[in-house]
């Protein structure tokens, strides 16, 4: 009986440490908000310096060469910054409430979007991956706006690829149940 017992024990002691071990998803939780929060500076910072720019240019009559595609370009940088961290976040709180605990705040308030509220792995991949293809089309923007075209074939296949994007993106958005 008594090797039973002890048995028994090493075994609850076992899966206790296992259990309390999901709290290492605590540094992937904590990291990717950090990351999240710092690319939400960077890219506000980027917006600003090219604002500033903007306006001092416009105040001094001063027109840069390429000013319009430099602008746009800087802007459609920040927007993919601006995504990117939000994977981040919503990569941080479904880790969280799939491995640690329910967020209790957001459930207790009923204006918060159920965006960031994760119930299964699946549902993570799902949310995350859809940021990721805009992330993928924002940047796809940014270099076409830098692209030289020197003849049909590239416009060609300019035109293909924004086929391919906008078919991508509709079966993206597309209801399973149709």
Do not use: C
């Amino acid at each position: 009986m008594d090797r039973v017992r002890e048995r028994l024990m090493i075994e609850k002691l076992f899966e206790g440490m296992i259990w309390r071990s999901r709290f290492v998803i605590i540094l992937a939780v904590v990291f990717g908000l950090l990351g999240a929060i710092i690319l939400f500076i960077i890219a506000s910072l980027d917006i600003y310096n090219i604002s500033v720019f903007t306006v001092k240019s416009l105040v001094q009559g001063i027109h840069p060469p390429k000013m319009h595609e430099n602008l746009v370009s800087i802007i459609i940088g920040a927007v993919d910054l601006y995504l990117i961290a939000v994977v981040l976040f919503i990569f941080s709180f479904g880790l969280y409430e799939l491995f640690i605990s329910d967020i209790d705040e957001a459930s207790n308030d009923e204006k918060t979007s159920k965006i960031l509220e994760i119930k299964s792995l699946d549902q993570l991949k799902d949310k995350i991956a859809k940021v990721i293809v805009m992330v993928l089309v924002v940047s796809f923007f940014q270099r076409v706006l830098h692209t030289e075209y020197s003849g049909a074939k590239e416009m060609l296949y300019f035109a293909l690829s924004i086929l391919a994007l906008a078919l991508g993106l509709y079966f993206l958005h597309k209801n399973p149940k149709h």
